[in-house]
């Protein structure tokens, strides 16, 4: 079995996870790990006609919120081993 090609994927994921009544709706675009934090812009169905919002974060931990939201049976875009592959460099 062979693993997802990243290389063609270029520098950066798009992860769209799907919200619930009480959670927005997120759209991620995550950059490739680099000194051990992942850098993320991600707009939400609140802040979509805006720029978004850029920020710095440990794989795991984003590995995690995405885990939680499949769980909590909301839609992820990617599949598990996509994430986790691209999130591990």
């Avoid at 520098?11 to 996870?17: N, P, Q, S």
């Avoid at 675009?29 to 850098?39: A, I, Q």
């Avoid at 802040?47 to 795991?60: F, H, K, L, R």
Wanted: proline content about 4%; charged content about 25%.
């Amino acid at each position: 079995m062979t693993g997802p090609d990243l290389a063609g994927l270029g520098e950066f994921l798009t992860i769209r996870v799907g919200g619930s009544a009480t959670v927005p709706e997120r759209l991620l675009l995550v950059g490739r790990p680099h000194d051990g934090v992942v850098r993320v812009h991600e707009w939400t169905t609140t802040t979509m006609n805006s720029v978004g919002e850029d920020y710095e974060i440990a794989p795991n931990e984003l590995l995690i919120q995405i885990e939680e939201a499949l769980a909590a049976q909301r839609r992820v875009s990617e599949e598990m081993y996509k994430v986790q592959m691209w999130l591990r460099g």
